[in-house]
């Protein structure tokens, strides 16, 4: 029987838990994702008249966290994102947050899901209303926004997906097209600089006023030399008309919306202390293995 995430919180978990402790939204995930589909939750015994087989079939968790639940969720979400979907070409958007506010996030992450999702919208409207880019003087936008904080690896890397119409609902409700050409948005090194402007100036205001008091670089030098990276380097954001559309991104998107960051697909193997999982290697669809220690 193959390996899952289920199998590995039980071979590992109690020696994580005596060093770490869980919020209260990870250890529900925890108790569900362990106990799916099994005689914890209860289910029925079925049988087949004709043949007289029998077997248990135990209930789901539902916690959308499970990588063995949530596929009628995921599937609902797509339809329902497919079908609000122009026919107008769309530009798929990443913005990234720098790997120096990854400690902020530990300590504060509702804080900085909420700003970095603020900042990301700000940033697409402000630039959607201007006729620099936009034929239109002006106009609504059409965007999805997803969240993703880890890589295939595992580490942290906290950024926001957007899939966005190429121009705007104008003032008459009238479609208007970007100023460049159809399928071209905003230059990603201007999207950057106002989008990085945006986030640090919510971060000193939150720092002003208390509001993320066990950031673990809020005090002092500390402070001052994180400010002083956070303005010195470019932020990263990506920018690219996806070939297959936004049903192509969308579909993608999809696979992390209702799962946890690793499906147990990508788990191959739970030995010697360890924890075997298949990663990206490259573009072409090549994979590398990962061992993680269990402990």
Known sequence: MAATVADALRRFGAAYL???????????????????????????QLSCDACGHNHWQYHSCR???????????????????LAEVLPVPYAHLVFTLPHSLNGLFGAHPRWVIDTLFACTAQTLLEFAANPRWMSAAGGTPAFTLVLHTWT????R??????????????????????????DFLFPVHALSRVFRGKFLQALLRAHTNGLIEHDPQGQGDAWRERQRQLYQHDWVVYAKTPLGGPAQVLEYLSRYTHRTAIGNERIRAIDKGEVA????ADDQGGK???RLVGT
Do not use: Y
């Not at 295939?152 to 580490?155: P, V």
């Open 152 to 155: 295939q690896d595992l580490r």
């Open 63 to 81: 916690n959308r966290h499970c990588p063995q639940c949530g596929a009628r969720a995921k599937d609902a979400w797509l339809r329902g994102r």
């Open 277 to 280: 999982f298949t990663v990206r």
């Open 157 to 182: 890397h906290i950024h926001v997906h957007a899939v966005m119409a190429c121009g705007v609902l104008d003032h008459e409700r009238h479609w208007s097209a970007p100023a460049r050409k159809p």
């Open 18 to 44: 005596d060093q770490h402790s869980l919020s209260t939204e990870q250890a529900k995930a925890w108790r569900g994702i362990v106990a799916c589909r099994t005689a914890a939750l209860g289910g029925q």
């Open 288 to 290: 590398r293995r990962v």
